[in-house]
């Protein structure tokens, strides 16, 4: 647990941090040193799978894949900015980050979390456009546009996650330099800032608002219209694909949103960091291993694309 925190003018300013990692229990460090192993070469595999299939095969070139290549894209660099590492601590005796890695370790999963949120609403805004406006979808849908969402959620991303880092930059941190986490987490390292932190949570509620909520409402909201057009189909066979598909959707993106809301929106004296812990490894290790098996397992084009690659290097 964090050391009693001291007056700034007494204290030290910090060098390093300590992570605790997942549990300090001793004896479940190797059966979660092979958990994490396991999930992290599934994410690995999945990912750059996608990536590289939808890179190769040129009828993939569509609006959908192109978001699913960036989602996959995100990933695999978000589960890799702390994953690698988490391994690592758990054959370690002591888990140590230095201050301006855990500074550059928090700015880039801000950056990458709120990339995904931004994925997610383009990849849900595009499914109801071609399901609910399939004769408009080349008008509303063309490169530039896609193009366009893309950038401008790597832009919030930035926005947000400089928002977070540069309030992160300005606090002092004393004696305390244990973080409850695996990773760098806002919320942790919050609390053993020996200054005040009010500014950082009310960012912490205006950016999650504006990057988890606001997502959110337009994900659902789309994916709300989805299931109306797939329950006026005739088809049974159609009305069964389309509820399976939209289901494993909205079953990935409310895992990825409700562990996310639930670890940053909680009110401050109910809030347990174990309990956060346990939800950050939701939207953290679960959902990019889950995202490339939940888009493209039923998904015939992705099979027909991985045939024909495996086709071409037999020769």
Same mark, same amino acid.
């Not at 007494?10 to 060098?15: A, E, Q």
């Not at 409700?258 to 670890?263: E, K, L, R």
């Given at each position: 647990?964090?050391?009693?925190?001291?007056?700034?003018?007494?204290?030290?300013?910090?060098?390093?941090?300590?992570?605790?990692?997942?549990?300090?229990?001793?004896?479940?460090?190797?059966?979660? =040193?092979?958990?994490?192993?396991? !999930?992290?070469?599934?994410?690995?595999?999945?990912?750059?799978?996608?990536?590289?299939?939808?890179?190769?095969?040129?009828?993939?070139?569509?609006?959908? %894949?192109?978001?699913?290549?960036?989602?996959?894209?995100?990933?695999?660099? $978000?589960?890799?900015?702390?994953?690698?590492?988490?391994?690592?601590?758990?054959?370690?005796?002591?888990?140590?980050?230095?201050?301006?890695?855990?500074? +550059?370790?928090?700015?880039?999963?801000?950056?990458? +979390?709120?990339?995904?949120?931004?994925?997610?609403?383009?990849?849900?805004?595009?499914?109801?456009?071609?399901?609910?406006?399939?004769?408009? %979808?080349?008008?509303? !849908?063309?490169?530039?546009?896609?193009?366009?969402?893309?950038?401008?959620?790597?832009?919030?991303?930035?926005?947000?996650?400089?928002?977070?880092?540069?309030? !992160?930059?300005?606090?002092?941190?004393?004696?305390?330099?244990?973080?409850?986490? %695996?990773?760098?987490?806002?919320?942790?390292?919050?609390?053993?800032?020996?200054?005040?932190?009010? #500014?950082?949570?009310?960012?912490?509620?205006?950016?999650?608002?504006?990057?988890?909520? #606001?997502?959110?409402?337009?994900?659902?909201?789309? %994916?709300?219209?989805?299931?109306?057009?797939?329950?006026?189909?005739?088809?049974?066979?159609?009305?069964?694909?389309? =509820?399976?598909?939209?289901? +494993?959707?909205?079953?990935?993106?409310?895992?990825?949103?409700?562990?996310?809301?639930? +670890?940053?929106?909680?009110?401050?004296?109910?809030?347990?960091?174990?309990?956060?812990?346990?939800?950050?490894?939701? $939207?953290?290790?679960?959902?990019?291993?889950?995202?490339?098996? #939940?888009?493209?397992?039923?998904?015939?084009?992705?099979?027909?694309?991985?045939?024909?690659?495996?086709?071409?290097?037999?020769?």
């Amino acid at each position: 647990m964090p050391q009693s925190r001291m007056d700034p003018g007494n204290g030290s300013f910090l060098t390093e941090f300590i992570l605790v990692g997942i549990t300090d229990h001793p004896d479940s460090q190797i059966p979660l =040193f092979f958990l994490f192993l396991a !999930m992290y070469i599934i994410t690995v595999q999945g990912n750059l799978g996608l990536i590289t299939l939808i890179g190769l095969n040129s009828h993939l070139h569509t609006p959908m %894949y192109f978001f699913l290549f960036n989602l996959s894209f995100i990933d695999l660099c $978000y589960s890799s900015i702390f994953t690698p590492k988490m391994l690592i601590n758990f054959l370690s005796e002591k888990n140590i980050i230095s201050y301006q890695g855990c500074m +550059a370790q928090l700015f880039f999963v801000c950056f990458f +979390a709120i990339s995904e949120c931004y994925v997610l609403t383009s990849m849900a805004y595009d499914r109801y456009m071609a399901i609910c406006n399939p004769l408009l %979808y080349s008008i509303a !849908m063309p490169p530039k546009v896609c193009c366009n969402l893309m950038l401008s959620s790597y832009l919030m991303a930035f926005s947000g996650a400089m928002a977070h880092t540069g309030c !992160m930059l300005r606090l002092t941190f004393c004696d305390a330099n244990t973080i409850n986490n %695996y990773f760098c987490d806002i919320l942790p390292v919050l609390q053993l800032s020996c200054t005040s932190t009010y #500014v950082n949570e009310l960012v912490v509620f205006i950016v999650g608002s504006i990057n988890i909520l #606001v997502p959110s409402l337009i994900i659902f909201t789309s %994916y709300g219209f989805i299931l109306s057009s797939i329950l006026q189909m005739n088809s049974t066979e159609g009305r069964s694909k389309g =509820f399976g598909n939209c289901s +494993a959707h909205i079953m990935a993106v409310s895992l990825f949103f409700g562990s996310s809301a639930f +670890a940053y929106f909680q009110p401050s004296s109910a809030r347990s960091i174990n309990d956060g812990k346990i939800s950050s490894v939701f $939207y953290t290790n679960v959902v990019p291993m889950m995202n490339p098996l #939940v888009y493209s397992l039923r998904n015939k084009d992705v099979k027909l694309a991985l045939r024909k690659t495996l086709s071409r290097r037999k020769f």
